[in-house]
């Protein structure tokens, strides 16, 4: 599903009698009487043109040009033009001007807007898409559109974001504007569930320019039939021709190389032990990669930024072991993030039919794939009847059915109600929704809810520091932000 970006007909103009009072006449209340409600917007809009050239047209062009035939993200009524108006919105690159100019001045530019917007004749003022949760209401943005396959997201600073297709392509979303970021490897295996994966920033800071790291599938130097989960780093540059990386490191490639195009993993996080956590999915070998430590696949890493090994890392001294491995027995881990908070690192796998799980990793832990699971083949047939085995890890949550868990992050920030702390989101593949899931202080789910009902396969989800939430949706090609709407 996409969401409408605008409907379109001619703004209605009525005429009325009224009594009111003058707007800005020096604080001064002047009545009028009978006065034509017509000539009264046309004042409005008049003002909102003088207005507009003064504080807009320098960024959106003389006499309202943006503004005839444009895509709305925001909301194309009164009220959303208002709002961003005097709130800002610093992705897009509309600043605040609510402590610059006047309620009244602000209502008169959104007028003129609405009549310049009105000269398409298809034009229908709409709200932007609303959603009503259990016990809130929230605003879904649309950031960006048109999209190939998003799949990961982080964020420059909180005004930039950094998003990959799977695809191959990596994008800057700055001032509104999605700007391509140049100098990638050309070594994307780009089939069945491979491609370009997750992107994490790093601010070094030692470093005057950020790190930009990246999953992806790479093929084989040889055979490009064969591929690895493979996880690069690069300085990102900007210059007057935009974004670029001009040199990548390989900080580790997640071999055997193998034919199959499936369970790649694969999520980035920077621990706030400045620790890179790797998440690595066995590549649809269930039987040979999760139960051994003498492979990278199925397994979670744990590498100095540099790519180098820590040497408290469970395994490091562990004859044959990839020294890497934080932990193990894992299935296809596609949800990562570190809890600002307490430091502990979250991960959720895809499960077969039933058995996504959500954990909290401990070092050296075995979780147990396939050895114990709650799902089954897709088939339906069973893959073990055990659940729990000694030296194995229960997981704190598990879905049955599977909802295909993809992406995942925490809720936190002011802008979010006390009800909505520490909750999670959860990105649901295969029924095409969002899942918030409410914790109780052990961790242990105690509600959920669907979200996004129907908008295509959610992807990725990211909050930046001031506890903005982002979504990437398959199939809806898209980039969401979930604005909540705070009743006063």
């Avoid at 503004?67 to 925001?74: A, D, N, S, V």
């Avoid at 959303?80 to 690159?93: K, V």
């Avoid at 649309?142 to 982080?154: E, K, Q, R, Y």
């Avoid at 993809?406 to 649901?428: A, D, F, H, I, R």
Wanted: proline residues 6%; charged residues 20%; aromatic residues 10%.
């Amino acid at each position: 599903m996409r969401y409408p970006l605008v409907l379109l007909i001619p703004v209605g103009i009525v005429s009325a009698s009224l009594t009111f009072f003058a707007p800005r006449d020096n604080g001064v209340k002047v009545v009028s009487t009978s006065v034509n409600f017509y000539d009264f917007e046309l004042e409005k809009s008049q003002n909102g043109e003088q207005l507009y050239a003064m504080w807009c047209a320098d960024c959106h062009g003389a006499n309202g040009r943006d503004f005839i035939q444009r895509k709305w993200k925001l909301g194309s009524q009164q009220d959303d033009i208002q709002r961003i108006i005097s709130n800002g919105y610093a992705l897009l690159g509309m600043p605040a001007y609510g402590d610059v100019l006047d309620p009244n001045d602000i209502e008169d530019i959104a007028t003129f807007l609405l009549d310049k917007a009105s000269e398409s004749p298809q034009f229908q003022s709409a709200p932007p898409q609303l959603i009503q949760a259990s016990d809130l209401k929230l605003r879904a943005n649309v950031i960006a559109d048109g999209l190939a396959t998003p799949w990961g997201m982080d964020f420059l600073n909180d005004s930039t974001l950094i998003f990959t297709e799977r695809e191959g392509n990596l994008w800057a979303i700055e001032a509104g504007v999605k700007l391509p970021i140049r100098g990638l490897p050309e070594d994307f295996h780009v089939k069945g569930q491979g491609g370009l994966l997750d992107v994490m920033v790093w601010n070094d800071p030692e470093a005057s320019t950020p790190w930009i790291y990246l999953t992806y599938s790479k093929s084989h130097p040889e055979d490009d039939k064969r591929s690895a989960t493979a996880v690069i780093r690069g300085t990102l540059n900007r210059s007057d021709e935009g974004f670029s990386v001009p040199h990548w490191q390989t900080l580790m490639v997640a071999t055997p190389y193998a034919k199959t195009h499936r369970h790649y993993g694969s999520r980035l996080a920077m621990g706030l032990d400045t620790m890179l956590y790797v998440t690595c999915g066995e590549r649809g070998m269930r039987d040979v990669h999760p139960q051994t430590l003498e492979t990278y696949p199925g397994k979670i890493h744990r590498l100095h930024p540099d790519g180098s090994v820590p040497s408290d890392n469970p395994f490091v001294n562990s004859p044959n072991a990839i020294p890497s491995i934080w932990s193990w027995g894992h299935r296809n881990p596609q949800g990562l993030f570190i809890h600002p908070e307490t430091g502990a690192v979250w991960t959720h796998e895809h499960g077969p039919k039933g058995g996504d799980e959500i954990n909290i990793l401990k070092k050296g832990a075995n979780y147990g794939w396939p050895e114990i699971t709650f799902g089954r083949n897709y088939s339906g047939t069973i893959i073990t009847r055990d659940t729990a085995k000694i030296g194995m890890e229960q997981p704190l949550h598990y879905w049955l059915p599977s909802i295909g868990a993809c992406g995942m992050e925490v809720v936190l920030g002011e802008k979010w109600p006390l009800q909505w702390q520490n909750n999670l989101l959860v990105g649901s593949l295969s029924f095409e929704y969002l899942e918030r899931l409410a914790l109780d202080d052990s961790g242990r789910v105690i509600n959920r809810e669907k979200l996004l009902k129907g908008i295509g396969r959610v992807r990725d989800i990211a909050r930046n520091s001031r506890g903005d939430i982002f979504v990437a949706v398959e199939g809806a090609a898209s980039i969401l932000h979930l604005e909540p709407i705070i009743e006063d």
